[in-house]
């Protein structure tokens, strides 16, 4: 494959002023041998991404945020703006993450909205999609995959700031992984998918699988068909999990 996987990190709410060792620890591990194989993001809380921006300034580790407002500017109190993440060299923007879908009832017209603003400031935009226990267990996985991906991904997307993220929700945080065969099932479908709406220029976006990636899984979970990289929570908040992930693609 010729795109490069991308092995991304989200912090979710954790990370303090004294985590800047870990990408301390990250840039000693980061090599050209490395790179030519991945690309690391780490995606921290909003108060981590200015420093840490400048403290990945030269390496090619990227900084993303986990959300932002689908506004630009203006009387929206405690929101963070996509123009306000470029402004500090934030590169990516993870967008409809579950836990927002779930805990602040995100739903596909906003999604939509948040992704044109990542897009409009120059940041790719990673759009979360995953189904629940009950949608799995009804057989409507890829129905319900679909209908996310129609709804977030109208009005004049570009393809080429965009990767998207498989997460089945029950996947989260649980220890628990689909099967290989139904890992590879998804991603087939959300490639196709991509490529009925963006035809060759869905190439390059990559999808990305998450939901319990571990240092014992990331590689053979990184080899199924269409995988272009992982979305990973827990382990990515230990740096020696972290670690072992990266220097399993060296
Ligand atoms: P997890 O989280 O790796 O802890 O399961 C993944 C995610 O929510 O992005």
């Not at 991304?8 to 591990?29: E, M, P, R, T, Y």
């Not at 959300?190 to 060759?200: A, D, E, P, R, V």
């Not at 976006?205 to 571990?214: K, T």
Request: with cysteine; glycine share 8%.
């Amino acid at each position: 494959m010729s795109k490069k996987l991308l092995i991304a990190g989200n912090w979710k709410l954790n990370g303090k002023k004294k985590d800047i060792s870990f990408i301390n620890n990250l840039l000693k591990l980061n090599s050209r041998k490395l790179n030519k194989k991945i690309e690391i993001l780490i995606c921290p809380p909003y108060t981590l991404i200015d420093k840490f921006c400048e403290l990945t300034n030269r390496s090619s580790i990227s900084i993303g945020a986990q959300d932002c407002s689908e506004n630009d500017i203006g009387a929206f109190t405690g929101e963070i703006s996509a123009s306000m993440l470029n402004d500090l060299k934030a590169s990516y923007c993870i967008i409809g993450h579950s836990e927002r879908r779930m805990y602040h009832n995100e739903g596909n017209d906003l999604l939509n909205k948040k992704v044109l603003s990542v897009q409009k400031n120059n940041m790719k935009a990673i759009l979360c999609v995953g189904e629940s226990l009950k949608d799995r267990k009804q057989s409507k996985t890829l129905r319900v995959l679909g209908n996310q991906l129609k709804g977030a991904l109208k009005n004049n997307i570009n393809p080429s700031l965009l990767d998207i993220a498989y997460e089945p929700i029950w996947a989260i945080g649980t220890g628990l992984v689909p099967n290989f065969s139904d890992i590879e099932e998804t991603h087939n479908y959300i490639s196709k998918k991509l490529k009925n709406l963006y035809g060759t220029k869905s190439n390059n976006i990559r999808v990305l699988y998450g939901g319990s990636v571990n240092p014992k899984n990331v590689f053979p979970i990184m080899s199924i068909n269409n995988v272009g990289g992982a979305l990973i929570g827990g382990a990515s908040l230990k740096i020696n999990d972290m670690k072992s992930i990266l220097k399993q693609f060296i």
